[in-house]
């Protein structure tokens, strides 16, 4: 499962660009953690666009609206109480939809949801919530642990880039179940954390891992319900035959 975070405007897409192409090529697909606030940028916004028109999948990241649109409250997913992230979603979800988008993942800022903000996500119809350490469907309840791999950190960039390589081969080969690479925009404008994510990547495919986006790890959406039948039959398109 690749993710892709932290894209902060017009000048990142270049660079987010080649590196969604290269999971094309790969046939992997990717995750785009967005916040609304970015959907303002109209460069941002059709370059997403065109990803989840591709396959990949929009992950609404954290409950910020644009600066305009700024609600008081806390700017921390981890302690929300549920009418506020309510109403945060209804701002959010109407940017989202101005932009012709719609995202049933969420990603919380601060790392993990409130249980106020995992009840008014389901209020709202979201099927999963991506959280470093687990991934949440809250359709079914279903909890899967399994820890984001990222190069944060305050090693130096070489322990970074082979404990992400190292890692995710030995998760991939010996534990088999769910592994997570969350890369950020700026990791992609470094040539060797860059050649680090593509080789975590390659080895991962190389041990037969499944690439999947978070909406294809959680349960589907329930189905619309079907109109009840009436009984009648069909109608005579000539009544005077009838």
Known sequence: MVSLYGIGGEPDLARCARFAARLDRLRVGLSVLV??????????????????????????????????????????DRRRPRHEAGL??????????????????????????????????????????????????????????????TLAGFRSESARCRGLRSTTEREVRDWPG????????????????????????????????????YPELVAPPPAPPHSAPTGRGTPNPDPLTS
């Open 35 to 76: 916040p609304a606030s970015l959907l303002t940028d109209s460069a941002v916004t059709d370059w997403v666009r065109e990803r989840v028109a591709s396959g990949d999948a929009l992950v609404l990241h954290g409950l910020e609206p644009p600066r305009s649109n700024r609600i008081r409250g806390l700017h921390d």
């Open 88 to 149: 945060r979603l209804t701002a959010v979800n109407a940017v989202l939809d101005a932009a012709g988008l719609g995202s049933e993942t969420f990603a919380p800022l601060g790392g993990r949801a409130s249980t106020g903000t995992l009840a008014a996500l389901r209020a709202a119809g979201f099927g999963a919530c991506v959280e470093p350490e687990v991934l949440r469907d809250l359709r079914t309840g279903r909890v899967r642990r399994s820890r984001v791999r």
């Open 178 to 213: 769910l592994a997570r690479l969350a890369i950020s925009a700026e990791d992609l404008g470094h040539p060797t954390r860059r050649a680090a994510v593509h080789d975590a990547i390659d080895l991962a495919l190389l041990h037969d891992a499944v690439p999947a986006t």
